[in-house]
């Protein structure tokens, strides 16, 4: 879903880095204070960008100007939140914009806010909802990351819309051809984030006592964040 450099008006390059901005910086300061209070976290978060980065660097072609990946926030978002999955989420797009040439800076608000904070925001929502009704935290974390890949999908075909046609047709044809490529990848993704929620359930289930919904969860106001 990354856009590329100098694909969007400038108009709309400022518009999605300025509704995208307070998620990041109060994402910032939250990973700061974690770190800071709960430096056992440290692992935990630096494996939550680690599945962001690799994950969304598997790029496929897709819609001109863009491109079909994972996105990997739906692990960091049922355990940090959206605020923190965009600052994860941001250093990665940086990064992939500066080196590998994947997106770009100008676009960089409208990445961060398709894959940092809709997409994650729609995942947490799905983890949210299931855990009222399930303890099984694979299938929960499984469908958390489907959704917030989806709808990552959802969000960018809206902002290509924005920019080039604005109309319904334009949306539907931007969706349909993300599709093809982006609906069995995010069914691979979560997938094999049910197969490591497994793992880590079998293996160190405290993971997930901080995730968001869980009576245990030592960051409450979690729950909220979206």
Not at 75 to 81: D, K, N, P, Q, R
Not at 147 to 155: G, S
Not at 216 to 221: A, D, F, L, Q
């Given at each position: 879903m990354h856009i590329m450099e100098g694909f969007l008006d400038p108009i709309w390059c400022v518009i999605w880095f300025v509704i995208a901005a307070p998620f990041?910086?109060?994402?910032?300061?939250?990973?700061?204070?974690?770190?800071?209070?709960?430096?056992?976290h440290k692992m935990t978060i630096a494996l939550s960008g680690a599945f962001i980065f690799l994950l969304s660097s598997l790029?496929?072609?897709?819609?001109?100007?863009?491109?079909?990946?994972?996105t990997g926030t739906g692990?960091?978002?049922?355990?940090?939140?959206v605020c923190a999955t965009s600052f994860l989420a941001t250093i990665v797009l940086i990064f992939q914009a500066l080196l590998l040439a994947h997106g770009g800076l100008t676009t960089l608000g409208?990445?961060?806010?398709?894959m940092g904070v809709a997409g994650p925001a729609a995942g947490l929502g799905v983890w949210l909802l299931l855990r009222k009704s399930t303890d099984n935290i694979p299938i929960c974390l499984l469908f958390a990351t489907l959704?917030?890949?989806?709808?990552?999908?959802?969000?960018t075909a809206f902002q290509m819309t924005l920019n080039h046609g604005q109309s319904i047709d334009a949306f539907v044809d931007f969706l349909t051809?993300?599709?093809a490529t982006q609906v069995?990848?995010?069914i691979i993704e979560g997938i094999l984030f049910f197969l490591f929620a497994i793992f880590l359930m079998s293996n160190k289930p405290e993971v997930f006592d901080i995730a968001a919904g869980n009576a245990?969860?030592?960051?409450?106001?979690a729950e909220a964040e979206a």
């Open positions: 990041v910086i109060l994402g910032a300061k939250k990973i700061i204070e974690l770190i800071r209070d709960h430096p056992e790029k496929l072609p897709s819609v001109t100007g863009s491109s079909s990946h994972p692990f960091s978002v049922v355990l940090y939140g409208a990445n961060v806010f398709s959704v917030a890949d989806l709808f990552t999908y959802v969000v051809n993300y599709a069995p990848l995010a245990k969860s030592e960051e409450p106001e």
